[in-house]
């Protein structure tokens, strides 16, 4: 009893002084995450562990109004903190009571709670907001993109701001509630697995789930009218996959291609180990844009990326992108090529399976079409810059990357380090450094001079990424080959190029 007493002492003292002596210990949260590319994206000061999104939408006026509640963690003493954002907000509550906003920059929102957040507490935000997503441009673009019968939202690195408040960067990554309320005839496409679709008074509304942690760019929303598919994987997978009503000439090809993702999954899963989510599948809508986007658990396709018929190739790239980027994603932006390297090489492991040529051909391909004046020598994969995030050679050279280090570490410890990444960092965040090193730790190898020559100098590799015992390409030869000839085109090679080239006609 006597102990028991001195402890609810000292818990009462420590209780008095983590309390700050005055308002001025608490200070605003930073407007950015710290990243270098794109210093105003994200925030400072608090970590989300849920949005819950509920909203209204009419197509076809394009309005969409509605709720975000946001659970947060305090990491400062905050006496304000920012979301990023782009439609008109109404109201902002913080543990219930109202809170004034303002809005600065491009994103920026920024919030005074009536009381401030001490390090560590535990916040409940919610925003009321409403607006027509399509009309609302920053830096010149809106990532809602309008369809005949809808809209979608998707887009990298921006898509969030156009439908919900969010701490905007990769770093920080929650579980998603999505609810959606649309006209009757209309159906909602996002994340997860689908617990409810209700009709009442002419609105129906549907709510989805991610129960895994997720990028805020990775959330999508589609609204429209689609024909849905849903089965089971063997490995028992549910799988939701849909395709606009309105499809045309695409529609085939597309279905041909999107309804092989539960097999695609498995196979993939044998070269990156288990699946980390509960649910798969991929919706085709009727936009004009080109891209493609590894959305979690449901990958955005365009019509485009099947208007040269079937493309089995980019789907092993979107699905890729579920071990390597969703589950583990970049902690910078900087560390795309952890994204868009990975997912490129397992496109040339696709393409070795489809007798299309080899992952060997495939990189000895990119290594002999770029001379070494080539422009596309100057990007870094493994930190391109902003400007050229989502450069070629941010695949392409970060797949022949991927390629050398297989003939430096061997396939036994190559393949350990493939399927051993995914687990080692699931749910988390990671940069190339850490790649770096776990893979020296796999394979017991000094990788520092491979990594600076293929994906931190901006200047040509002097010879090709040569298996062991393998001649290497020629150094200097700018066609690859003593001989001056080209390597023949893998047969693969334009359909694993459709994957990204088309990125460009977004903004
Ligand atoms: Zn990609």
Redesign the pocket.
């Given at each position: 009893m006597r102990k028991r007493l001195i402890v609810s002492a000292a818990s009462a003292l420590s209780l008095f002084l983590a309390v700050p002596a005055s308002a001025t210990d608490f200070q605003p949260g930073a407007a950015g995450a710290g990243d270098s590319y794109y210093p105003t994206y994200g925030n400072g000061g608090y970590r989300v562990s849920h949005y819950d999104i509920r909203l209204k939408y009419q197509p076809a006026t394009d309005e969409l109004e509605g709720t975000t509640t946001i659970l947060a963690t305090a990491t400062e003493n905050l006496s304000r903190f920012n979301l990023d954002f782009a439609l008109n907000v109404q109201e902002v509550r913080v543990n219930g009571r109202p809170a004034t906003f303002a809005t600065s920059g491009e994103q920026e929102l920024e919030i005074t709670p009536a009381r401030p957040l001490a390090k560590g507490s535990q916040a409940t935000v919610v925003v009321r907001y409403k607006g027509v997503p399509s009309t609302v441009k920053k830096y010149g673009f809106t990532a809602w993109l309008r369809t005949p019968d809808g809209a979608v939202a998707a887009g990298e690195p921006e898509s969030a701001w156009w439908w919900f408040p969010s701490n905007d960067h990769p770093s920080d990554k929650a579980t998603f509630d999505v609810s959606v309320q649309v006209p009757d005839g209309n159906q909602v496409i996002s994340n997860g697995i689908l617990t409810g679709a209700t009709s009442q008074a002419g609105w129906t509304r549907y709510s989805w789930r991610e129960n895994k942690p997720q990028a805020t760019y990775l959330a999508t929303l589609a609204v429209g009218k689609f024909d849905v598919t849903t089965d089971t994987t063997p490995s028992g997978l549910p799988v939701y996959n849909a395709y606009s009503k309105d499809l045309g000439e695409n529609a085939d090809a597309a279905r041909a291609s999107v309804e092989r993702t539960g097999e695609l999954v498995d196979w993939l899963s044998g070269y990156f180990g288990d699946y980390p989510f509960s649910s798969v599948g991929g919706y085709v809508p009727n936009v004009k844009t080109g891209f493609a986007l590894?959305t979690q658990t449901r990958v955005f396709y365009s019509p485009r990326q099947f208007a040269r018929g079937t493309n089995t190739s980019v789907v092993v790239?979107e699905l890729a992108?579920q071990w390597y980027g969703d589950s583990v994603s970049v902690s910078h932006w900087s560390d795309i090529w952890l994204?868009?390297g990975f997912?490129r090489y397992a496109q040339f492991l696709w393409s070795e399976h489809e007798n299309e040529g080899t992952a060997q051909e495939l990189a000895d391909y990119v290594y002999a079409s770029h001379p070494a004046d080539d422009a596309f020598w100057s990007v870094k994969p493994g930190d391109p810059g902003a400007a050229d995030q989502f450069s070629n050679a941010v695949y392409d050279r970060g797949a022949v990357a991927i390629q050398a280090l297989r003939n430096a570490v061997g396939d036994d410890a190559f393949f350990r380090i493939l399927k051993g990444w995914p687990a080692e960092h699931r749910y988390g965040n990671a940069t190339v450094q850490d790649f770096q090193a776990y893979a020296e730790k796999i394979s017991g190898k000094k990788l520092g001079d491979l990594f600076t020559t293929w994906l931190f100098t901006a200047a040509k590799p002097a010879t090709g990424p040569a298996p062991a015992g393998a001649a290497s390409l020629a150094p200097g030869a700018d066609a690859g080959r003593a001989d001056g000839q080209l390597p023949v085109e893998p047969k693969s090679w334009k359909k694993i190029q459709e994957t990204?080239s088309l990125h460009d006609a977004e903004h």
């Open positions: 590894e790239h992108h994204n868009e997912a990204n």
